[in-house]
Structure formats: structure tokens, C-alpha cells
């Protein structure tokens, strides 16, 4: 069974930066695909980035240039760095993973718990 674990997260000014981490196990190999979805109450739940395997990455528009998504395949890690945070980017944070970034982004995969950010302006 896979399971996935944030950490991170917490509150921030605007403008100040947070890193937000995730460990997944159950899986027998690094090939799949890893990201962050956010949901703002009364809002639906968004995609904000993705990782492949491969390195290959992909963001939303919104935090393109002030987030940055890494990972370590040997740990089954990855992190997302957000700079420059906004207001409009408080929300719970939940970590996701697919065998393919396609399903990531459709929503389809495993998901963790979320954990918090909130930005004050």
C-alpha cells in the first residue's frame, strides 16, 4: 500500500518562503510520478506541481518562477521550495503520486494527508 507523508508547512508573511516535504513508501521502484496539489476553503482542490522520475518537471502558472520541486529517488523524496509566498496561496497542501504525471495532475492518484500553509498579508 502506498502512503504518503507531508511535512512543512505553517505560517508566513507575504513574501516570505516555506519548504514543504514528502516521503513515500510502498512503492518497489522510483518510477512514478510525484506532486502537490492545494485546496483553499471553498475553493477546489488545484494542481501546483509535478516531478517524473527523470527529473522532468511541471508547474501551474500561478507559482511558476517562485516554487521549485525536487526529489530524491533514493529517499523517495521530494520537496517544494516557495519563495515570494502570496496571500492567495494560503491553503492545506497535499502531496500526491501516480505511475504517470498525466494521472498526477488529473487528481487520480494516492494523496497524503495535507498539511497547512498559511500566508498573511
Known amino acids: 500500500e502506498v502512503q504518503l507523508v507531508e511535512s512543512g508547512g505553517g505560517s508566513v508573511q507575504a513574501g516570505g518562503s516555506l519548504r514543504l516535504s514528502c516521503t513515500a513508501s510502498?512503492?518497489?521502484?522510483?518510477?512514478?510520478?510525484m506532486g502537490w496539489f492545494r485546496q483553499a476553503p471553498g475553493k477546489e482542490r488545484e494542481g501546483v506541481a509535478a516531478i517524473d522520475s527523470d527529473g522532468s518537471v511541471s508547474y501551474d502558472e500561478s507559482v511558476k518562477g517562485r516554487f521549485t520541486i525536487s526529489r530524491d529517488n533514493d529517499k523517495n523524496h521530494m520537496d517544494l521550495q516557495m519563495n515570494n509566498l502570496k496571500p492567495e496561496d494560503s491553503a492545506m497542501y497535499y502531496c500526491?503520486?501516480?505511475?504517470?504525471?498525466?494521472?498526477?495532475?488529473?487528481?487520480?492518484?494516492?494523496w497524503g494527508q495535507g498539511t497547512q500553509v498559511t500566508v498573511s498579508s
Open positions: 510502498g512503492y518497489t521502484s522510483s518510477s512514478y510520478c
Open positions: 500526491t503520486s501516480d505511475a504517470e504525471c498525466a494521472a498526477v495532475w488529473y487528481g487520480l492518484g494516492h
